[in-house]
């Protein structure tokens, strides 16, 4: 049985990174994923570049075909479009808005850029390199620690079959079955819910806020009263102008799953609700969709010989940006660690210290930044109204985002206690939301 130096399960942005930088130190590299075409994107996926710095204690940029990792001191090629986004608006039920302004030195609040374009110049690079194989259409099933190394199952339509590595790389995404086969969901996470993700990709929409990040907030946006709604431009192909629009819903759960759908969801928004002049002659051109798992992280991403990248370890995510740093800080470790005997615990630390989703209190104001959605329609109409033509300035960016919306409401407090007491009350709590209750579901 021929035996890899590293065992590579998945082809996205994290894996990618691993491979090509392995196979350029002279490793010998088996790169696995279940899709045919690897530059191909399924998935619903956020691909908006996180501008803000200090965003898992790094600042990352786009200049010039390239996204740049300021702390990390590196570079990664992308020679596809880019769309500058300059603000953010939250949308209520009736339409009122809290309006975000980029707060980047350029008036940015984020960069919106093609999944596609970045996966094919990363898979470019990686054929080129002499010491990898590819096999496409094979799923890594599960992944084993023994004597000097790791043994991989893994899956074709064809056979199951085993291949051996000095170590194995989960890199595999949210619903990762490297790191479920490892039992690290069990003894190292704990599940809040499942998430039903769709996308719709659209042309000919017509859209008030361009080069923007929408979100629809409020349960009289849905027809099942709950999830929310993303809206922004994004490449497509290449295109920029006449912009493509996508549009994303996620609907929260545990159990038994939501009765409407989120295509259903998409379909009342884009057509029945109070914003379907938007959609009035769109063109959908592509359909996207996914189900995850919501974990929290695996504060230590290493067991054994394995090692945990990218979404596979995360909380939600690491955005595709996360995906690509944590992947080059575990290539360089894995590099180290083969050549020395150390090295990995360098990569566990990085993550311990940097992944902000590794401090419970981040997963809890994120969520309560979600949660928004236990507001009444009425009141988040009411609030949303107060801050017309107030100066708020920010980021698109889970992390600062729930504090940048909660300073807005709270500069109003003062109105609020008067003319909605009981609403000055709730808001005032909204620290005190639970990551269930945020998240829209309910515990067991």
């Not at 056979?159 to 194995?168: E, H, K, L, N």
Request: hydrophobic share 40%; aromatic share 10%.
């Amino acid at each position: 049985m021929k035996k890899y130096d590293v065992i590579i399960a998945g082809a996205g942005p994290a894996g990618l990174t691993v491979a090509e930088i392995a196979a350029g130190r002279g490793l010998q590299v088996l790169l696995v994923d279940m899709k045919k075409d690897l530059d191909r994107v399924f998935r619903s996926c956020c691909c908006n570049l996180i501008i803000e710095p200090g965003t898992h204690a790094e600042t990352v940029t786009y200049a010039q075909g390239a996204i740049h990792f300021e702390n990390n001191k590196f570079s990664m090629p992308y020679a596809g479009s880019v769309i500058p986004l300059r603000n953010s608006f939250k949308v209520s039920p009736c339409g009122n808005t809290i309006t975000i302004n980029g707060k980047s030195p350029e008036g940015y609040v984020a960069v919106s850029y093609e999944k596609e374009a970045l996966l094919q110049g990363m898979l470019s690079r990686v054929r080129q390199q002499g010491t990898i194989e590819i096999m496409t259409g094979v799923q890594a099933l599960a992944a084993e620690n023994v004597k000097g190394g790791v043994r991989v199952r893994l899956r074709s339509p064809e056979r199951r079959f085993t291949v051996q590595g000095r170590v194995a790389v989960a890199a595999d995404g949210v619903n990762s079955k490297i790191v479920e086969s490892l039992g690290l969901n069990r003894t190292r996470r704990k599940f809040f819910a499942r998430f039903k993700v769709a996308s719709y990709h659209m042309a000919n929409v017509r859209c008030p806020y361009p080069d923007s990040w929408v979100t629809f907030v409020g349960k009289g946006h849905a027809l099942g009263g709950r999830g929310q709604f993303y809206f922004c431009p994004k490449p497509h192909n290449g295109q920029i102008d006449p912009p493509v629009y996508e549009l994303t819903i996620g609907q929260p759960f545990i159990g038994k799953v939501p009765t409407v759908t989120p295509l259903e969801e998409l379909e009342n928004l884009t057509k029945k609700s109070r914003f379907a002049s938007w959609f009035e002659h769109m063109e959908v051109i592509d359909v996207r969709a996914a189900t995850l798992n919501f974990y929290t992280p695996l504060v230590n991403p290493i067991e054994g010989n394995v090692v945990a990248v990218g979404d596979c370890a995360a909380f939600i995510e690491t955005y595709v940006q996360g995906a690509i740093m944590y992947g080059f800080q575990a290539a360089n470790a894995i590099v180290k660690h083969l050549e020395t005997g150390s090295g990995l615990e360098e990569y566990a630390a990085s993550w311990g210290a940097s992944f902000e989703y590794n401090n419970p209190e981040e997963i809890k104001k994120a969520t309560q930044g979600f949660g928004l959605h236990v507001l009444k329609d009425d009141d988040l109409d009411y609030l949303f109204g107060l801050t017309q033509g107030d100066d708020i300035r920010g980021f698109v960016n889970e992390f600062s985002d729930p504090d940048t919306v909660r300073n807005a409401l709270y500069a109003h407090i003062e109105q609020v206690r008067i003319e909605r007491p009981e609403l000055a009350v709730t808001l005032q709590k909204m620290r005190e939301v639970s990551v269930h209750d945020a998240l829209q579901v309910k515990k067991h």
